[in-house]
């Protein structure tokens, strides 16, 4: 499973692929709180926990959001 995540200023879509390349879910997040945890629990939801977290890939290097997803361990 991976997350890829389109960057824009003031909203982010997100979206969850399976191993066959399937996509899994999707969802388009506000650039605030309120968007990354609905971000977490989308993940959580396709199975992302502290053990194995599902990495993230994001069209930037930098930002909130992306200082956010590497708190909570995860490859970004």
């Known amino acids: 499973m991976l997350c890829g995540i389109d960057w824009a200023e003031d909203h982010h879509d997100g979206a969850l692929v399976g191993a066959d390349g399937g996509l899994v879910a999707k969802r388009r997040i506000g650039d ?3 968007g990354f945890a609905e971000l977490t629990t989308m993940l959580a939801d396709a ?30």
């Open 47 to 76: 199975g992302d926990n502290a053990d194995d977290p599902i990495p993230v890939a994001i069209a930037t290097p930098r930002g909130l959001l992306v200082s956010a997803l590497r708190q909570t361990g995860r490859r970004v």
């Open 32 to 34: 605030s709180t309120t």
